[in-house]
């Protein structure tokens, strides 16, 4: 059986490693980062959307910014061209 991982990739799920800027309350002038990894699609990212609504719903920090890298891990082979043979005996 496939792991639920290897699943969500064959569903077009990529990772995206997710870095959030935030500030407390307690602390205005201090911007604090947290980064995580998910597997999201892009480019609507709905596993992102839920938690940054849950974020704005539950936690008390505010969001400075927000930033997305993302890369599919499963696609079509790469091939090159290949402009000689080497033969070995």
């Excluded at 699943?7 to 201090?30: C, F, K, M, N, W």
């Excluded at 930033?67 to 000689?84: C, F, N, Q, T, Y």
Aim: charged share 20%; hydrophobic share 45%; aromatic share 12%.
């Amino acid at each position: 059986m496939a792991s639920r991982d290897f699943a969500r990739q064959l569903e077009g799920y990529g990772l995206s490693t997710v870095a959030i800027h935030y500030y407390l309350p307690d602390h205005p002038s201090l911007i604090q980062q947290f980064v995580m990894q998910q597997y999201d699609i892009a480019p609507r990212f709905p596993e992102l959307d839920r938690f940054l609504d849950y974020w704005r719903r539950e936690i008390e920090a505010a969001l400075h910014s927000v930033s997305v890298v993302h890369k599919h891990l499963i696609g079509p082979a790469e091939w090159r061209a290949v402009d000689g043979i080497i033969t070995i005996n």
